[in-house]
């Protein structure tokens, strides 16, 4: 599986320019994560503070989860065809080719948006789980 | 707005190398002079000038042992308290020496040892691995360097003067803010300082990682090392700030009675809590990260195979990164807050123990796929992960909050949190210490000595702290300096306080090794390890130079996969094999397919980076005794050593556009804007301070949310039309600074040197309005007003700053260093108002929009 093979020659040399947009690219299964995080705990802890519906704003958070769970497989499907590991059948892309460095992104992002995919819904739970604010 | 080109070439000729261009061999008598002329511009200056070195091999050593030796002693200080606790109701030492022992143990280890010492070991270790000559900014290195050792002397120094702090490493008010003595205004001012060039070194080595890669190594080829540096610089600038802010406000309450901490005047300790654990867990993994890394390049080399996973690794770097940040509250689970925010961060603790986990699978995988071959740092890199797997299960036990509140601050935790930084740092590092000696020193370790001592302090420690998990079970607190004789706890006390002292004797045993004379020690061999990456490819006897020439690389392991590389590095067939000029130079590539795009100038020995340190040293001790006035002298003295620093050795026009760098290739010479270090070195700096803006703006939020009158009925507030005056004065500013960089760039300097004149005028008169606004308002009598003219502060101080800056182009303009083509300081300081503009308009929008709308 390490062994050189000769490039696919279906895919576009433009798309394997440099990317340099594409090392924060990698970060964005993460930052959706982040971004449902802090409004959770954010949102929750003005609610709790002011005795505002905790109710309303569990439903809401459930919404907001939902779109991120959404905007997560997104990305991590758009990762997984930059990958493209089922038309390349390289799962290392070790060499110093723009290729490789074109799917190893992908690769990395799509094993980041896993990790922010399962990270949402640990961070949803407790909002289906815990009643309110004792 | 579209920027005219500057007319700087842009890289011309062959690249990449083609294999004959790589096989012509260099004539060698050419060879010669290139190698006497690259020496000559890379030598430490000798005899009693060699502290004025800035190589990154010197610089970091020194790092090192600095760290080391604070170690050393917060190490004696645990053997001291476990002195003390070996028997029930010993008097040994008091309760207020004890107090001032656990804190400034928990404060040296963590900002004295742990920290600097993943700085110390990139800034010496990662220039080697990327074949780069030094990194970026060697005077950077250098005045953080210098500025760690005063204020490390400062803050450790004062345990010998019975003035250390005491109220704890984590130093909760209102027992820190009330705290008589010095103690606490030496922790927050010693540390703020160290803080500070914490933030230097992570610019310095984020930018060392992104731009200065050899040609040809795509970030998929990268180190696995590199990666992490990425990871934990970025980390930083998102960790320290909120203890800088923090601090901060800290200083103002100690310093003025400004009461952000005081509950009676509207304040809220909590807000302490906040700022202190956001910065407090992720560098628990600004610790552990660096570390593991080590064992990330170790591995690969006893496996004798490439790495297993490099894109999961890559994965569990990045994503621990990001998960880390949300874990802060689980050092706060007993402190009220509602439950379903203490179940938002239990979930993200546990998460986080998903990609933590994945790295050491992977690293299993590659020890099980390969051939292993037992050397020390590989038993070191066994005991890390042995230690560091049952610190995690403990985390993970200790994520569930109900199981937190029957142990919270008890000998459990500081069981759980040894654990982690014994296998997650103390292990893997010493790993590298072995590993790496070779490289470091030129000389080996001995095999016999480090199996003493790593059975010594493996036993030792697991004597010590396996005990204490069952100390804390059975409900003893920590940070108690001593306890009646019928609770149980005697013998298990007992135990710990020998196993202290096994370590200790380990400890003994490593620093002798390290120390000793070597003289007698035969030549080693280049690469006794037989490892695949770059440092590796290092001159014995040693060569400042860093590389002879800088290789075209292309593949993960160049020396296992590019036979010929040695060869051609040594002979200068690769880039840069020449100092034609004398001065010292590195290659600058592209961030991501690492292209080369330009030969950086680096800078060389000077001592104005020790003046510069003394002097910013002085702005922050002089205060912790109320000195004020020579306080603001040294400040001064401080920015005029900075200016001196920057005037004579950064972006100065060069003698020629561009150069031949070898194997056909004529890169530009000199760089502005996004293409230049110096720009790169700026965004990265005020990302930082931007987070620290951000951080005292969310106080301004957080007292809000937290108290039912904020701001309080009937309050003053700041005058809405000064402030109005304020936001229109600091647009206009903006407006003249980016104006000044685009008329430069299109020729028109007189109208540009006009821009520089008018803005830092309306600078001032935008931190002068602000000024004004809040002035009628005591800040001393509640939180409102006080926070108020924190953020004032701020801004003002920024402003200074700013104005400094504007200045020194206009100078800079006039007296030729910086014209229409060379400008890079103008795209510097742009950058830098970008940010602050930002900032002043949030601050006005808080002032002014606030008080109707909350």
Request: aromatic share 14%.
């Amino acid at each position: 599986m390490t062994e050189e093979r000769t490039p696919d020659r279906r895919e576009d040399q433009k798309e394997f320019a440099e990317e340099e947009a594409s090392l924060l690219k990698i970060t964005l299964g993460p930052l959706i994560w982040a971004a449902h995080f802090v409004v959770c705990y954010g949102l929750v802890a003005v609610t709790c503070a002011k005795g505002w519906d905790i109710g309303a704003v569990r439903i809401g958070l459930g919404g907001l989860s939902a779109l991120a769970l959404a905007g997560v497989l997104w990305v991590g499907w758009a990762a997984w065809r930059q990958w493209g590991v089922t038309t390349t059948g390289d799962r290392v892309n070790r060499l110093g080719s723009a290729e490789d460095r074109h799917h190893f992104l992908g690769h990395a992002a799509f094993l980041l948006s896993i990790i922010s995919l399962i990270g949402v819904v640990f961070v949803s739970l407790p909002l289906v789980l815990i009643g309110g604010c004792q | 707005m579209k920027t005219p080109p500057s007319g700087i070439p842009k890289p011309e000729g062959t690249y990449p190398p083609t294999e004959a261009m790589l096989a012509e061999p260099v004539p060698e008598d050419l060879a010669k002079a290139q190698t006497a002329r690259l020496r000559k511009a890379w030598a430490a200056p000798p005899g009693w000038r060699y502290p004025s070195a800035v190589n990154n091999t010197e610089v970091g050593k020194w790092y090192c042992m600095t760290a080391l030796s604070f170690m050393l002693m917060a190490g004696v200080m645990a053997l001291i308290m476990r002195l003390q606790l070996a028997v029930p109701e010993n008097d040994l030492v008091s309760a207020d020496r004890f107090n001032q022992l656990f804190t400034m143990h928990g404060s040296a280890m963590m900002f004295l040892f742990a920290v600097p010492l993943f700085e110390a070991i990139s800034i010496l270790l990662l220039p080697g691995m990327l074949g780069a000559r030094d990194m970026p900014f060697p005077r950077l290195s250098a005045y953080g360097y210098w500025s760690f050792l005063i204020g490390g002397i400062f803050v450790i120094g004062s345990t010998f003067f019975d003035a250390a702090p005491r109220a704890g490493w984590f130093m909760y008010p209102p027992l820190a803010t009330e705290d008589e003595g010095p103690g606490s205004d030496i922790w927050l001012l010693g540390l703020s300082f160290i803080e500070i060039a914490s933030i230097a070194a992570a610019v310095e080595l984020i930018v060392g990682a992104l731009k200065c890669r050899p040609p040809g190594m795509r970030v998929n080829i990268m180190p696995l090392y590199a990666w992490y540096v990425m990871v934990v610089g970025g980390m930083i600038l998102f960790a320290f700030p909120p203890l800088i802010a923090g601090d901060f406000l800290f200083e103002l309450e100690r310093s003025f009675d400004w009461p952000f901490f005081d509950p009676t005047r509207g304040g809220d300790p909590m807000l302490w809590q906040h700022l202190f654990w956001i910065f407090g867990h992720p560098e628990v993994y600004i610790i552990f990260l660096p570390s593991i890394a080590i064992a990330a390049m170790v591995i690969p080399t006893v496996a004798r195979r490439p790495i297993f996973g490099y894109s999961w690794i890559v994965l569990s770097a990045v994503g621990t990164g990001f998960l880390s940040f949300g874990l802060w509250v689980h050092h706060m689970f007993t402190t009220g807050l509602p439950s379903i925010s203490l179940g938002f961060f239990s979930a993200a603790s546990e998460a986080v123990v998903i990609p933590t986990g994945i790295q050491i699978f992977a690293f299993l995988a590659t020890l099980m796929a390969g051939r292993v071959k037992m050397t020390l740092p590989m038993l070191w890199i066994s005991g890390a992960l042995a230690i560091f797997t049952m610190g995690g299960l403990t985390g993970v036990m200790l994520a569930l909050a109900p199981f937190d509140f029957q142990v919270h601050d008890t000998y459990f935790i500081v069981a759980h949190l040894h654990y982690t930084l014994f296998g997650g740092m103390v292990f893997p590092v010493i790993a590298g210490v072995y590993y790496f000696f070779p490289f470091i020193q030129k000389k080996l370790l001995s095999e016999r000595l480090g199996k003493w001592a790593f059975w010594l302090i493996f036993s030792g420690f697991n004597l010590t702290f396996l005990p204490m998990h069952l100390t804390g079970l059975w409900g003893m607190p920590r940070r108690v300096y001593t306890y009646p004789t019928d609770l149980g706890w005697d013998g298990l006390n007992m135990i710990s306080t020998i196993g202290a002292f096994i370590i200790a004797a380990g400890f003994a045993i490593f620093v002798w090794d390290l120390i000793r004379p070597k003289g007698h020690q035969p030549q080693i061999p280049r690469n006794p390890w037989d490892a695949g990456t770059l440092e590796w490819t290092h001159d014995v006897p040693e060569e400042t130079w860093g590389v002879r020439s800088i290789p075209h690389v292309t593949t993960r392991y160049p020396l296992w996969d590019q036979p010929q590389m040695q060869a051609r590095m040594d002979a200068g067939r690769y880039y840069l094999p020449d100092a034609e000029e004398g001065k010292r130079e590195t290659l600058v590539t592209s961030v991501i397919d690492a292209e080369p795009i330009q030969v950086q100038r680096v800078t060389g020995p000077t001592w104005i980076t020790h003046l510069a340190a003394l002097f910013t040293g002085g702005a922050f001790i002089f205060p912790t005794f109320h000195l004020y006035p020579p306080a603001i002298v040294s400040g001064a003295l401080a920015i005029c050593c900075i200016i001196w620093w920057l005037w004579t050795s950064t972006a100065r026009p060069p003698e020629a556009d561009s150069k031949d760098v070898g194997l056909g290739l004529r890169l530009p010479t000199y760089a502005a804007g996004p293409s230049s270090v110096g720009w790169w070195a700026m965004w990265i700096t005020m990302l930082g301070d931007a987070t620290a803006f951000s951080s005292v703006v969310f106080g301004f939020f957080f007292y809000w949310t937290a108290s039912p009158d904020f701001p309080p009925d009937g309050a003053a507030h700041a005058a809405a039309g000064w402030v109005g005056l304020a936001a229109v004065a600091f647009a206009l500013n903006w407006m003249m600074t980016v104006g000044a960089r685009q008329l430069n760039r299109a020729g028109s300097v007189g109208a540009a040197r006009l821009c520089l004149v008018l803005a830092p005028a309306t600078a001032a008169l935008g931190a002068a309005s602000l000024i004004v606004s809040v002035w009628g308002l005591a800040p001393e009598s509640h939180v409102y007003p006080a926070i108020l003219w924190a953020l004032t502060v701020w801004i003002a101080a920024h402003t200074g700053a700013g104005v400094i800056m504007q200045l020194y182009c206009l100078a800079g303009s006039l007296f030729g260093k910086m014209t229409p083509r060379y400008d890079a300081d103008i795209w510097n300081v742009s950058l830098f108002w970008h940010f602050v503009t930002i900032s002043a308009l949030v601050t006005c929008a808080v002032m002014g929009l606030a008080p109707e709308a909350l």
